[in-house]
Nanobody, 127 residues
């Protein structure tokens, strides 16, 4: 079992920045690939970014590429999402999720493959 707790959401003006954190309870944190997803009202859940076990391999959704950065600190059992140049369309509830991976470089792009989820943190970007 892995418990994930997100923090760092809030209200920010367009063009601003926020840094989300997701702390995990598991001592085997390093065996999980991690993803950040978001869901806006009336929309499907969207993968924002994913990172492999060691952090060497990352993925970004097209809508956030070059603005968001995913990173992890396995010693602190924490994954981060640095969000810069925020836009009103980034407004959503952001979730972190963990997927047990055998191979270091792999991660899934499908939400159904992630077994553990945090409770979510609200990000609101005003225009």
């Amino acid at each position: 079992q892995v418990q994930l707790v997100e923090s760092g959401g809030g209200l920010v003006q367009a063009g601003g920045s926020l840094r989300l954190s997701c702390a995990a309870s598991s001592r085997t944190f390093s065996v999980y690939a991690l993803g950040w997803f978001r869901q806006a009202p009336g929309k499907e859940r969207e993968l924002v970014g994913a990172i492999s076990r060691s952090g060497d391999n990352t993925y970004y959704g097209d809508s956030v590429k070059d603005r968001f950065t995913i990173s992890r600190d396995n010693a602190k059992r924490t994954v981060y999402l640095q969000m810069d140049s925020l836009k009103p369309e980034d407004t959503a509830v952001y979730y972190c999720a963990a997927d047990l991976q055998v191979l270091d470089s792999r991660f899934s792009l499908k939400s159904n493959d992630y077994n553990y989820w945090g409770q979510g943190t609200q990000v609101t970007v005003s225009s």
